[in-house]
């Protein structure tokens, strides 16, 4: 069963967050008691915690949080649960950036900073430990504990005017630019850092595709990636995404069919022969077995980010996970 930390249940406690699942609790297990009350107790002292053991036991997932900023906690509800791919809508309103899927879900606290920013820079700063005697140079962990390497793809949606809202996310990043957290390009490589900026929605691709040294993305469409958008590389656009339905078209039963599937596979060969990964949202969330029978499908056909509602079902944390 997965362990979370003692330090991410503590937060998610305080934060309100009870649903969180797969915690590993000796009072759950058959044990002597001896042994119950050194487990129950071991974490009250130094010696069973680690400095970056904030995201322990979590396992990171192909899993994009779609709109995320819906979870009762935002972000971290996702982080425990493993998805490696976030979402956030922003609005920007006399300088700021307002987070929320519509202007009448919008309030003053529910910021790109308050619930997105600082929290993920709170996390890097647990995952990276600048007061260790054991450290030789500055490090770069993400934000995952078993998976340091494993980059978080931030996508933002911009739903106010693009040209005049992406400045302002640019600008926004700046405190995980200056720590040195963000994935880059210099034009010719790319850099793999601990997060992955992606713009979506009515982001400009004229304020990113021309500017070769830059640490934030551009989300391509995946069906003209071979055609209108055939000149986009991965250094664009690491990541593109589609609406489902509209490709796709509805599914009845728990599978796609052999038309669907030949669409899929062409696109897929045309995105990855690119280098570059795939999302599908809008995908059916009802039926539970027609939800989960696609999912199954788009990871077993090589779709890297399975576009989910649900973060626990999709993580396997939950009665409705089945085994897709």
Known sequence: MPFISSSLLLACTLLGLGGVKGVTAASTLN?????????NKAHQGPLYNYPTSFTQGIVPKGIHSHNDYWRDVPFYTALSAGAISTESDVWLYNGTLYVGHEQSALTTTRTFES???NPIMDVLKRQNPTNSKFLSSTTHNGVFDTDAGQTLYLFVDLKTDGATTWPFVVKSLEPLRQAGFLSSTNGTAFTSRSITVIGTGNTPLSLVQPISSRDYFWDAPI???NSTFSNITSLVSPIASA?????????FGTSMNETQLEL?????KTAHGKGIKLRYWDQPGWPVSTRNGIWRQLRSEGVDLINVDDVEAAAGFSDGAGDW
């Open 31 to 39: 044990l002597n008691p001896s042994l119950r009350d050194i487990l």
């Open 243 to 251: 609406d489902f339905a509209a490709v796709f078209g509805p599914v």
């Open 223 to 225: 069906p003209t990636l």
């Open 264 to 268: 899929l596979r062409a696109q897929v």
């Open 115 to 117: 619930l997105y920013i």
